[in-house]
Structure formats: structure tokens, C-alpha cells
């Protein structure tokens, strides 16, 4: 845990216009949901860390988590900016995000369970094994 | 600021999944250390807030500011196969924010628990909120220079372990041995699936 400057914070808030939790597309957003800018698209009236967002995901896909790091904003921010930008057009969402178990709140949320999730982990282990 | 980033940051192409795995434990205990020994990319940190939300679930008796409070995330990436990649996310697992780490550890297969066996006490947070998440785990005692050397049954009796978790020794330094003690994780997570399914 650390404290951060109060006006770190109050900048980032106004970067989402005041909202402080994700809703609609950014609610869905997983950390490791990969996004991309769909290129082509008009950049006027974005704000600045819009503008930085964008040009981070245009060298490829990038997970939300790794765009969180690159830009130096707390996730719950993150996440707002890149879903306001999802619905704008300006990012797209990679296809099948197949493998995560999504949502669910309590004990064992979301951890992953069923034949697929059994052949993720063996290939992960054989990943692994073979670094 | 604003260029893009070099080739090797993103993600590659034909990856289609993402999966995570946590890595648990204390300040100093090892966390990024261990991810940095097997991260593809320099590791990444980042934080997050503590919202109004959680704010009703958790205690926040002795914390100065509630407003301005954050819990740290480093995390790595790791891509297994042409459309798998692996992330690791270490956070250090305080009960009082229960409700960041269960949206830290939403969809994760499950969790690496570090401890340092001089510090053994400072694990038991950490090990507490994983099984309250009943997420499954093994734990793994981080070894240093000056690691005393308890038997394995002192060990297991001190963090009252379930049986049926894993505890393991590794070199969070190591790449080999941080690699070893991934492997021992997603056995463990593997022989877990194979028995419910």
C-alpha cells in the first residue's frame, strides 16, 4: 500500500470526468483483456491521456493491466479511459477473450473450472517446462 | 511521450488467451523479484484505488487518508505458446483489502504464496486471505543467504497448511528455480482440475 499525493489523484479524476468506478464496457474489462487502436481514426477533441493511450496500443495489442503500467494511472482509471475509447471506436477489444472466467463476486470468484481452463493448464505446464 | 512502445512490449499476435496466476505475499518477501526472473518483459507496475466500494467491506481503522489509499501491482508476462500467454500478478495480500485483491484475483487459476522463513509470520496474511478466496495455492518459501533451515513438518505445523497444499522451497532470484516453483503451481492447479472434472 502506499498514499499517494491527493492532487495525483484529483488529476486522475478529472481525466474520466469525475467518475470514479468503471461502468458498461469498462466495467467489463478484464486486466488481462487485450486492446488494440483501430487505426484511422479521427484524434480531435481527445484529451491528452486519451491521446497517450491511443498511441501505446498502436504498435500492436497490449492487456489493459500492461497499458495501466505504460501510462502511470491506477487500474480503476485505466479502465475507464480505454472504455471510453472502446465505445468511441478508437480502441478495439482482441476476439475471444475465451479463457478468462469473467465474472462472479464471493468466495473462489471467477477462478476458472471446466475441460478448457484443464487444457490451458496443461499447456501452460508444458509452456513452462519447456522456457 | 506518446510513441509507441518497442516491438518486444506487446503482445504477440497470434495470442489468443490470457491467463493469470498471483504471486502473494509481504513487502521485501520476493514477488517482483521472482516475476523478473521469468518475465519476458521488464516488469510493470501499476495500482489501484481503493473505491467507495470496497471502502464498506473493509476495515480501514489506522489508515490515514481512505481517499488517496492504493495497493501496489507488479506483474509480467510470459507467453507459453503461439496463442498463450501467461501473466503473473504480485500484490501483497492485506486483509483489510479484501475487496482489491478479490478484483486483483478475479479469473486467476490460482496463487503462488511467498514467504521468507525468517519472516515466517509475515506470510500468514497473505496465506489466510488466498484460503478465504479458496483459491488454490501452494506456498513457497523464498530462500536468502541467511535462511535458517527448519524441517518441512515445522514448517507445514507454523502455517497450519491444509495436506493437500504444496510447500516448496525456492531462489526467487534464480530463473530456473522461479521457473521450478511456477511448474509446481500449475501441477498442483492441474491434479485440482483432473479431480473435479
Same mark, same amino acid.
Not at chain 2, 513487502?27 to 520476493?30: E, K, L, Q, R
Not at chain 2, 478475479?106 to 490460482?110: H, N, Q
Given at each position: 500500500m502506499t498514499h499517494r499525493h491527493r492532487h495525483d489523484l484529483v488529476r486522475s479524476f478529472v481525466l474520466t470526468g469525475g467518475r470514479a468506478q468503471p461502468t458498461g464496457t469498462a466495467d467489463e474489462l478484464d486486466l488481462i483483456t487485450m486492446v488494440t487502436a483501430v487505426p484511422g481514426k479521427p484524434r480531435t477533441g481527445l484529451q491528452p491521456e486519451h491521446l497517450r493511450a491511443i498511441d501505446l496500443c498502436r504498435g500492436g495489442y497490449l492487456t489493459v493491466v500492461e497499458v495501466a503500467g505504460h501510462l502511470g494511472q491506477p487500474l480503476t482509471i485505466t479502465r475507464i479511459l480505454l472504455g471510453d475509447l472502446i465505445d468511441s471506436g478508437l480502441l478495439s477489444v482482441k476476439g475471444d477473450q475465451g479463457d478468462q472466467a469473467g465474472s462472479g463476486i464471493g468466495p473462489?470468484?471467477?477462478t476458472p473450472a471446466g475441460p478448457e481452463h484443464l487444457r490451458t493448464l496443461e499447456r501452460m505446464l508444458h509452456g513452462l517446462q519447456a522456457l | 511521450m506518446g510513441s509507441r512502445l518497442s516491438d518486444?512490449?506487446?503482445? =504477440?499476435?497470434?495470442?489468443q488467451i490470457t491467463a493469470k496466476l498471483m504471486v502473494v505475499g509481504p513487502?521485501?518477501?520476493?514477488k517482483t523479484t521472482l516475476i523478473g526472473a521469468v518475465s519476458e518483459i521488464e516488469p510493470l507496475r501499476t495500482e489501484e484505488l481503493m473505491t467507495q466500494n470496497g471502502a464498506g467491506v473493509d476495515d480501514l481503522t489506522g489508515v490515514p487518508d481512505k481517499h488517496s489509499t492504493t495497493v501496489a501491482l507488479d506483474f509480467g508476462r510470459l507467453?507459453?505458446?503461439?496463442d498463450l500467454a501467461l501473466y503473473l500478478f504480485g500484490t501483497p495480500g492485506q486483509q483489510r483489502f479484501t475487496q482489491i485483491w478479490e478484483d486483483l484475483s =478475479?479469473?486467476?487459476?490460482?496463487a503462488l504464496v511467498l514467504a521468507d522463513s525468517r519472516f515466517l509470520d509475515q506470510s500468514f496474511e497473505a496465506l489466510s486471505l488466498v484460503e478465504k478466496s479458496a483459491l488454490p495455492h501452494i506456498v513457497a518459501l523464498n530462500t536468502f543467504p541467511d535462511t535458517p533451515d527448519y524441517p518441512g513438518t515445522e514448517l507445514r505445523e507454523a502455517f497450519d497448511l491444509d495436506p493437500g497444499t504444496p510447500l516448496i522451497t525456492c531462489d526467487a532470484r534464480d530463473r530456473r528455480s522461479a521457473k521450478a516453483a511456477l511448474i509446481a503451481l500449475v501441477q498442483h492447479l492441474y491434479a485440482g482440475h483432473q479431480e473435479s472434472s
Open positions: 473462489a470468484a471467477g | 518486444g512490449v506487446y503482445v =504477440r499476435d497470434t495470442v513487502f521485501g518477501v520476493g507467453t507459453l505458446a503461439e =478475479r479469473g486467476a487459476y490460482g
